[in-house]
């Protein structure tokens, strides 16, 4: 089977106020970044634009790409769809928004290939996803083969646009692929945007200004701890905690869920309240503040997490294994004694058994002795200022 890649270009914009597509993109504008970096992985790249217009036409050619009118207009991602499936000769396409600019190059490609050894073994299938910890399956990043046009066309002709109700369970592949959290972000205004300039400029600094991604001085040192769930994270990290206190460290903790959680209890007023419909809940007492927040456009990101916090000597993560962020591996004897996860960036190790690193030549503590941890990271942060 033959793939190409889709770029939806046809969103509105009203949040952004402008057109995405060309907004200003490291040395590129948006557009010719996602085609730059995914030209590698595919040969042929499309663009799903609103309408067929000179300028679209212009930049097509420049770039090498074919631009693809909707046929059917306003009817949202669907309409993109129907119109590059029913127009192209490839028999797969993976979709991806122009305003998703860390999109995995890689898992596009693996998932093309994920849906091509479906269809091999069950022609029925049509669409291979990824499915979002919490926001379920993501259908804008994701490749449809030429066998579920009839579906969509029906679809159409009901005035049923909702994308997901194409994603059926027999119809549908969920990839089990990993990727970073990053693949999922979306620009959907001028604050994403300068988000993602900033995760820009931490891949590509040489592009940007010295102080482009600084804070106000300098940035706030961070490490995750990656392990399986039961391995004892919490349990070692309130020792931990203990012993940088007694350094005189300001400890901030970044701890994921991905299942979600609920702060405040049923039935007290700030619950009831937030599931009124109250957007951003802060609750103030004597000795704390909680600030309650509902993401309306997706997850943040672990970079935006990090560059939310203030007042800290070290930020502690737990959770988001999959990142490229700095890692502590913790291992535990006869339970959990190979690492889990990303293993980029990883720093040390904590176990409790000797651990042999090799090749790594990384340090290995004994979970028993939390301050010789303490130490190392005391020193990494005095090595950053």
Known sequence: MSYALVLLCGGLSTRMGTNKAFLPFGEYTLMEYQVRRFRPYFEKIYLSVPKMTDSWMQLAA?????????????????????????????????FT????????????????????????????????????PTRGMQPLSAAYAKTCLPVIKHMIQAENYRLRQLLTPEHTVISDILVPQEHF???????????????????QPALFPPDFISQSDQPIPYVSFSAKSGTGKTTYLEKLVACLKEKGLRIALIKHDAHGFELDQPGKDSYRLRKAGVDTMILCGPDQTARLENHTAG???????????????????????????????????GYHETPVGNLENTIAY????????????????????????????????????
């Not at 849906?115 to 291979?128: D, G, R, V």
């Not at 042999?356 to 503590?365: R, S």
């Open 185 to 203: 972000y979306n620009m959907n205004d001028m604050p994403s945007y300068y988000h993602a300039l900033q995760m820009l400029a931490e891949k």
């Open 299 to 333: 997850e943040p990101s672990l970079h935006q997490l990090i560059s939310s916090v203030k007042d800290a000597d070290l930020i502690l993560i737990e959770g988001y294994k999959f990142g490229s962020q700095p890692k502590i591996q913790l291992l535990r004897r």
């Open 62 to 94: 420049r770039l090498d790409c074919t631009a693809i009118p909707d046929c059917v207009e306003k009817i949202g991602p669907l309409g993109g769809l129907y119109s590059c499936l029913s127009a192209v000769t490839e028999d797969l396409l993976f």
């Open 350 to 385: 904590v176990a409790d058994f000797p651990y042999d690193p090799t090749p790594e030549n990384l340090p290995v503590f004994d979970t028993t002795e939390p301050m010789k941890l303490a130490e190392f990271l005391f020193r990494v942060i005095r090595n950053k200022q």
């Open 97 to 132: 928004p122009v305003d998703a600019p860390f999109t995995s190059t890689n898992a596009a490609l693996t998932i093309c290939q994920t849906l091509e050894q479906a269809i091999e073994t069950n022609p029925s299938k049509y669409a291979c996803v990824l499915k979002h």
